[in-house]
């Protein structure tokens, strides 16, 4: 994990658990719904950091023999695992609140206290998701969207984070809204519907952030960007004549394995290509510092006819 990805989580630790136990005394002192349902949220919020910390700290494990590519997909692991909190702990209590309390309404308490309680909560997640924005834009194309970083972004901490504050901060205002509306109106149930509003968030965000994770936890290629730049790496190295087949594959936000066919020079010795493989890796570690694993197979062109008959050759033999 980089150091801007640590940094937004432990902003966003401190953040959550101070605006979890802010909310705690607010619901006591009020009984707002709102509160209750936004104190679970930021608690499950505080949590999953510790998660995202776990996760951090398994994936440096070293390789071994039944892991030979290592444990960097442990990070998108507990990222979903983050999900899965959000979706049980954090939509399931807020709905369960809001809709027992639009059954059974009680009256808003200490009015002032709520609203004190959701401007502090408000401006401490502020600050984390300033923080995530600010480690996010050292990484993010300049003419990227947010939207589009979230769906592309190798990085789980920063994504969840992202994801988890803004949400947060929406949350809030739900929450605020509902506070506001029962006690100028003298309707309570305004307060439950705020609540019910933030299970409903909760509710996207978790599927949202969970089918983000199950993409990378099955395997997803590099960055368009980074394709570009192994595929002008290899096609620029010497002796190459063509590159035949490119795959990449994210193991982890950090390490990408490669896989490639080239056509190098048919003119070339076997010791002449083991050392033209060996600049083709170095050259795209050079440009792709995260290309960890290299696979690169020599070839040659075929046209689609040969193609399909060596496809038929293998079956008949497979047949046989």
Known sequence: MNEGSKRAIFAAFAANLGIAIAKFVGFLLTGSAGLMAEA?????DT???ALLLLGSNRARQHPDDEHPFGFGRERYFWAFAVALV???????????EGINKFRNPHEVESFGIAIVILLLASALDGYSLWTAIQESRKI???DMGWFRYIRESKQPELTVVLLEDSGAEIGLSFALAGVLLAHFTGD???????????GLLLIVIALLLANEMKSLLIGESASRDDVAKIRSAIEGSKDVDELLHLRTEHLGPDDIMIAAKIEYDSRLTFDEVTRAINTTEANIRRVVPAARIIYIEPDVHRTPEELAAEHRSDANRSAI
């Open 40 to 44: 679970v949220h930021s608690l499950a």
């Open 140 to 142: 993010k194309p300049p």
């Open 188 to 198: 309570p149930r305004w307060d439950a519907a705020g609540s019910i509003a933030i």
């Open 47 to 49: 949590g999953n950091q």
């Open 86 to 96: 959000l979706f049980s702990m954090g939509w399931l209590f807020a709905l369960y």
